[in-house]
Structures are given as C-alpha cells and as structure tokens.
C-alpha cells in the first residue's frame, strides 16, 4: 500500500478503535520501507502488532 493511501485511510477512520484485522507491505515513493500498515484503520503495525495477527489468524484456521 502506498503512503498516501495510508495517509487517505487514516483520515477517513479516524481516531476509531482497530483490531487490524489484515495488512499490507507499506510503500514510500514507489519502495518498500519493510514495514506494514493496517488496511482498514492505515496504521503502521509494529512487529507486536503483526504477531497478534499472525497468532490470531492461526487460531481461526
Ligand atoms: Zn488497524
């Protein structure tokens, strides 16, 4: 996900609650920067972040 895209979904969540529930590799000025973003709040997760997802995702499946 772009930056910008991010920036656009951050604006229209808001300060809302997120649970992340599924992201995306996020991409500065057309590179990846390695780190990831929420796909529904725009978030950047951090990697505690990403392994409740991980761990989470698992559970259900
Ligand atoms: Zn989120």
């Not at 590179?31 to 990403?50: A, I, K, P």
């Not at 761990?55 to 259900?60: A, E, L, P, S």
Request: aromatic share 6%.
């Amino acid at each position: 996900m772009r930056g910008e895209k991010a920036l656009q979904i951050q604006d229209d969540w808001g300060d809302k609650p997120c649970e992340h529930p599924d992201y995306d590799r996020e991409i500065l000025f057309g590179c990846s920067t390695g780190d990831y973003v929420c796909v529904q709040c725009g978030r950047c997760l951090t990697n505690e972040e990403m392994e409740a997802i991980k761990t989470k995702r698992k559970k259900q499946h």
